[in-house]
Nanobody, 115 residues
């Protein structure tokens, strides 16, 4: 069964950093593009960043480009999101997902950026 377990969220002040982790299981992790999404209260879920299977190519939403870094460890079936220079508008629940059907979501991890 495909599962994602996100962790690493929390409360951080503006300008701070957090590193999110997503442990995946139930499929051949190294074969799939992996992505991070986020959903803020009252808003649709949006794509934040993606990384190709070997980790060679990454892509970011304009709103996080230059501040967030996506990476992966295929030996650990884990994808990471390093978030720097956090802003209040980064407040959301963050989810990871593989680029495939059917779609599976984990429980997400809450990130709150506030002073």
């Amino acid at each position: 069964q495909v599962q994602f377990v996100e962790s690493g969220g929390g409360l951080v002040q503006p300008g701070g950093s957090l590193r999110l982790s997503c442990a995946a299981s139930g499929f051949t992790f190294r074969a799939y593009i992996m992505s991070w999404y986020r959903q803020a209260p009252g808003k649709e879920r949006e794509l934040v960043a993606s990384i190709t299977p070997a980790g060679v190519t990454t892509d970011y939403a304009d709103s996080v480009k230059g501040r967030f870094i996506i990476s992966r460890d295929n030996a650990k079936n884990t994808v990471y999101l390093q978030m720097n220079s956090l802003k209040p508008e980064d407040t959301a629940v963050y989810y990871c997902k593989r680029r495939a059907f059917p779609v599976y979501w984990g429980q997400g991890t809450q990130v709150t950026v506030s002073s």
